[in-house]
């Protein structure tokens, strides 16, 4: 699996971004793939996840009811709808991908490069 996420920007608070993470190899249908979120200074804080079929989902505390992960297995591409965005956003987006579904980073072996969101008071 080799994980390219995009979608990243700049945008004013209360607004939206819909990130995605591709694969290029066309394998993501076999895996779990987690969102995760590192701001300068800070640690990687997980966001979402969704298991392999998109059945299980999971979200971190301070997104949920703003944020939605979903999946499209036939174009091999996890989304991240974002909305109701906060300047507490900003950060460098990150997919990963491993067989386990889990909400720990260090469970997922396969990195995407991260994309930049940048939220404006």
């Known amino acids: 699996v080799q994980l390219q996420a995009s979608g990243g920007g700049l945008v004013q608070a209360g607004g939206s971004l819909s990130l995605s993470c591709a694969d290029s190899e066309r394998t993501l249908s076999r895996y779990a793939v987690g969102w995760f979120r590192q701001a300068p200074g800070k640690e990687r804080e997980f966001v979402a996840a969704?298991?392999?079929?998109?059945?299980?989902?999971y979200y971190g505390d301070h997104v949920k009811g703003r944020f939605t992960i979903s999946r499209d297995n036939a174009r091999n591409t996890v989304y991240l709808q974002m909305n109701n965005l906060k300047p507490e956003d900003t950060a460098i987006y990150y997919c990963?991908?491993?067989?386990?579904?889990?909400?720990?980073?260090?469970?997922?072996?396969?990195w995407g490069q991260g994309t930049q969101v940048t939220v404006s008071s």
């Open positions: 990963a991908a491993d067989m386990a579904f889990a909400a720990v980073a260090n469970e997922y072996d396969n």
């Open positions: 969704i298991s392999y079929s998109g059945r299980n989902i």
